[in-house]
């Protein structure tokens, strides 16, 4: 297994702004992966983190929006960019050896104002 | 198109009683099942995981069963208490490489 945290637990953004939110993993993954999870909603994936190359995105989920930087393989960032009241949400961070097998971090609580 | 859904939407019953969630899938080709379990305010921790030879995987009171010709699966708990309270997801992996297929959840609430 692996443990996960991220940074930070929670924010409350003015719209227009970016936030950077981090996902670091106790052990070295070979793949990491970033979710939304909006209110009521289950998890939908924005993409997967390569790393030393850039990140695989899912259909609606642009790069500019969301840039996502894997410099090692115990860490990732994610950026919500020009944020608006939509983007609020819960931001989850998985990683494991494959897709099968993905532990969960605690989650970024994003208000955006 | 694949898809993972799950019923009831939401759950309440006494501390000390049984329940069983339900999730059907039309995942095809289907790899594996995860039911996994999140509290409010945390991520999805995996309570079991079922392949397709697999019928019935326990995990202290939670037991999960997996019925792969009608693709049916049901988390069963048995003795509920409190702490059992969150959100129970269905996960459903497919095509080796290919992302999870999250089910919507059934929110348990498990009063006193």
């Known amino acids: 297994s692996a443990v996960i945290s991220q940074k930070p637990s929670r924010d409350i953004c003015q719209r227009g702004t970016s936030l950077t939110i981090q996902c670091q993993v106790d052990?070295?993954?070979?793949?990491m992966f970033w979710y939304r999870q909006q209110p009521g909603q289950s998890l939908t994936l924005i993409a997967t983190?390569?790393?030393?190359?850039?990140?695989?995105?899912e259909s609606g989920f642009v790069i500019d929006k969301f840039p996502i930087s894997r410099p090692n393989l115990t860490f990732s960032t994610l950026t919500v960019s020009n944020m608006s009241p939509e983007d609020s949400s819960i931001y989850l961070c998985?990683?494991?050896?494959?897709?099968?097998?993905?532990?969960f971090g605690p989650g970024t609580r994003l208000t955006v104002l | 198109k694949n898809q993972v859904e799950q019923s009831p939407q939401s759950l309440i019953i006494l501390e000390g009683k049984n329940c069983t969630l339900q999730?059907?899938?039309?995942?095809?080709?289907?790899?594996?099942l995860r039911w996994y379990k999140q509290d409010t305010g945390r991520g999805p921790v995996s309570l079991t995981i079922m392949t397709f030879s697999e019928n019935t995987k326990s995990n202290g009171r939670y037991t999960a069963t997996l019925d792969a010709d009608t693709k049916q699966s049901s988390l069963h708990i048995t003795a509920s208490q409190l702490s059992d309270s969150a959100s129970y997801i269905c996960?459903?992996?497919?095509?080796?490489?290919?992302?999870?297929?999250f089910g919507k959840g059934t929110t348990l609430s498990v009063s006193s």
């Open positions: 983190a390569n790393q030393g190359s850039e990140a695989t995105y």
């Open positions: 998985s990683a494991g050896q494959e897709y099968n097998e993905q532990f």
């Open positions: 052990s070295q993954v070979t793949m």
């Open positions: 996960v459903v992996s497919g095509q080796a490489g290919t992302a999870l297929i």
């Open positions: 999730c059907n899938y039309t995942v095809s080709p289907f790899s594996n």
